[in-house]
């Protein structure tokens, strides 16, 4: 048995990763990998000249911090087609929401693995890409994973604002 202390940020990586294999083995019956930032060639960066949907959640509790997600507008579309089935001609606002909905299940998800910090979440938001918000968010997070399926990449960031010393 490992005597290893862990850090919040690991523990919340954890956490995440976890949600994010359970949220596609569940919605849509398949495996996401996780992949090192080195071998990430998705479009859902920062780096990328196509545009990304960003969608935010916001934790507190014994811990505040945000988790955010990035999605290239392909792989929102295919995550879209995928729990609604649909193939094609999904308006917006459905793909919009579907986002949202990734959004909430994978915050939802990590959040309720992390029960010890008695959390409650926001509502998933949306932001346009290029944002500001989405720049400094993303440019000081502490938590960041990689992950690529078949046809969807998917990148999460994580900040931890504040911590209860207790």
Excluded: R
């Excluded at 995440?16 to 569940?26: A, G, L, R, W």
């Excluded at 986002?99 to 915050?107: D, F, Q, S």
């Excluded at 998933?124 to 440019?139: A, D, N």
């Amino acid at each position: 048995m490992s005597t290893e202390l862990l850090t919040i940020e690991q523990v919340i990586a954890s956490a995440i990763d976890s949600s994010v294999q359970n949220t596609f083995q569940m919605m849509v019956g398949s495996d996401i990998e996780k992949i090192e930032a080195s071998e990430f060639t998705g479009a859902a960066s920062l780096d990328s000249e196509s545009p990304c949907w960003l969608i935010s959640l916001v934790w507190q509790g014994k811990i505040s911090g945000t988790v955010v997600l990035l999605l290239d507008k392909n792989s929102a579309l295919q995550w879209s087609s995928k729990i609604l089935g649909m193939d094609d001609n999904i308006p917006d606002e459905d793909v919009l929401d579907a986002a949202k909905e990734l959004g909430n299940l994978v915050a939802g998800g990590a959040k309720s693995q992390l029960d010890q910090f008695d959390l409650s979440m926001s509502v998933p938001k949306m932001h346009p890409p290029g944002s500001e918000l989405q720049c400094e968010l993303i440019e000081n997070a502490e938590i960041i994973c990689h992950y690529q399926s078949e046809s969807i990449q998917l990148s999460v960031y994580g900040v931890v604002h504040d911590q209860c010393k207790s």
